[in-house]
């Protein structure tokens, strides 16, 4: 099984690096396979807990080399929640790339664990019988404190549901649980990272 793994980590940073200076990235440090996966920038600000700054990335299975290319810009400059990550931010970034592993059906909404898995929910929005999904990997409602229901109610929201949340709303959605592989690497330890195995520090 692939872990995710620093080389994956430099390797968005490279991506993000690149397309500021309009350069290529260098060629990455890891075997090609093919998993889901997912990239979160998160911006330190202040020395305090680090907050998320963009998390997007894909439950089906993608070539790692381009899909961690193209997420860590989608990621960083394409998720709707917040305007697009600037160069003058890269200090202060640190990214952590996931790979997503032992997807399984649940027997019901509450049939997971906090902190051990990521969850994905499907249901039909009965006010305009439209089909919605959302997912929170693994980490998150850890993270939160969230207890399982707390959660669930949270995902149901972010999947775009706007009505009123009932115990026969959270009995109709289907639930998949998985887990994940992450690395986290801080920009101070990409750029040592880069100095001491190409000899320069990143041109930005």
Not at 23 to 52: C, I, S, Y
Not at 137 to 162: D, F, Q
Request: proline share 6%.
């Amino acid at each position: 099984m692939v872990s995710a793994n620093r080389e994956m980590a430099v390797y968005c940073f490279d991506t993000l690096v690149a397309h500021y200076s309009s350069q290529d990235a260098p060629p990455p440090a890891f075997d090609e396979g093919q998993h889901p996966l997912f990239v979160t920038w998160k911006k330190m600000v202040n020395g305090g807990e680090p907050r998320l700054r963009g998390c997007i990335g894909t439950l089906e299975a993608r070539a790692l080399i381009n899909g961690f290319k193209d997420y860590a810009l989608t990621s960083a400059l394409k998720d709707r929640r917040f305007p697009p990550i600037q160069a003058k931010e890269l200090p202060y970034l640190e990214c952590t790339v996931s790979i997503l592993t032992d997807y399984e059906t649940a027997n019901n909404y509450l049939d997971w664990e906090v902190g051990k898995h990521g969850i994905i929910i499907e249901f039909t929005d009965p006010d305009y019988n439209a089909r919605r999904s959302a997912t929170y990997l693994p980490e998150v409602p850890a993270h939160e404190g969230w207890t399982k229901m707390e959660a669930i109610n949270s995902l149901i929201r972010k999947a775009g549901y706007n009505g009123t949340i009932t115990e026969s709303l959270r009995k109709r959605i289907r639930l998949t649980r998985y887990q994940s592989t992450l690395f986290t690497l801080q920009y101070s330890e990409y750029v040592s990272y880069v100095k001491e195995t190409r000899g320069s520090p990143p041109a930005v």
